[in-house]
């Protein structure tokens, strides 16, 4: 799919929105002088035929399609008239009829990529409110394809849950690396040896689950099954509170997005 609306990305110097203006660019989505970002102090080096402004509003007024990527604390400043326009925006806890009600427009989407955006490999959740139509979901599924793979879900809540679940996603598979790497280390290994068995070992993981298509339980149970070492190191894991400390942490995240929308 291409399109030839021209899409703004307020914080498009930054991390995910970069991410997302290199995935779309990339899939040939736009061309990249219908693009427009935004920067704060410094304009980046990427995208050099794209636009470049730090006037938010000259960025709206430019765009047919304006993304929020900024953080929460530096939107509640933020006064842009959206103008009836499409706004999507990927910033966690702030709810639809508060985007609505700030930028002048019901055609609003709340979305959450993740950090794997920036390798096209982000699961992206998203919901639209009441005014979006038939046309804006499919610009909007168009956009997060081309930044992996998305889903339309079907309430606020359920974005609330998968900011931890999937927003914070490439975090956690980085926190049980350090964790292994840690251990490693401390059994005589080199960093650097430990460095690359562990991370080999977390992305053929996740090809493995990719191309098989199978549930992760089946994969767990299997090796449950066959009793070897594998088995032994995930009944300690379990026995430790693996589990329950999973739990625990989206448990958290998913408390923290509904408040971070309360304070809105």
Known sequence: MSVSLRIGIIGGGGWLGGAIAGSILESGLIDPRNLCLSYRSRQPDRFPDSFWTTDSQELADRSDV?????????WYPLALDASDKLVISVMAGIRLGVLSERHKTGRVVRALPNAAAEVGRSYTPWIGAGGVTADDRAIVGAIFEACGSQDEVASESDIDYLTG?????????ALLAAAMM??????GLSAETARRAVNTVLIGAGHLLERRGESPDDTVGAFLDYRGTTAAAIEGMRAAGFDAAVTEGLSAAFKKSVSMGAVS
């Open 66 to 74: 304006i993304l929020l990527s900024i953080r929460p604390d530096d």
């Open 182 to 187: 840690s251990d490693a280390v401390a059994h």
């Open 165 to 173: 679940l999937s927003g914070s996603g490439p975090a956690f598979p």
